[in-house]
């Protein structure tokens, strides 16, 4: 059973900085894709992050420069992201993501909260 844990949410001002972390268990695939989504209530979930085992990034349009992505590549199961100069329109449940040749997991979600 695979199972991802999330933390490093929380509540920031417009023009800071706040790092997620996420941890994955279990039996995984060393080919595998990690990334983060985030959920606004109402509203379907995007893509904001990915990073591939051994892989360049990829970015929505609407982070680029301002959020890294990352990997433990020597572990292989964790990923990060350092968003920084966040903006309100970034409040959002984020949702780090796995997938593997077998599946995709994700975790439970962190709760990021930009005030103006």
């Known amino acids: 059973q695979v199972q991802l844990v999330e933390s490093g949410g929380g509540l920031v001002q417009a023009g800071g900085s706040l790092r997620l972390s996420c941890a994955a268990s279990?039996?995984?695939?060393?080919?595998?894709?990690m990334g983060w989504y985030r959920q606004a209530p109402g509203k379907q979930r995007e893509l904001v992050a990915t990073i591939p085992s051994g892989g360049t990034p990829n970015y929505a349009n609407s982070v680029k420069g301002r959020f890294t992505i990352s990997r433990d590549n020597a572990k292989n199961t964790a990923v990060y992201l350092q968003m920084n100069s966040l903006k309100p329109e970034d409040t959002d449940v984020y949702y780090c993501?796995?997938?593997?040749?077998?599946?995709?997991?994700w975790g439970q979600g962190t709760q990021v909260t930009v005030s103006s």
């Open positions: 993501k796995l997938t593997t040749m077998t599946g995709s997991f």
């Open positions: 279990g039996s995984i695939s060393s080919i595998n894709v």
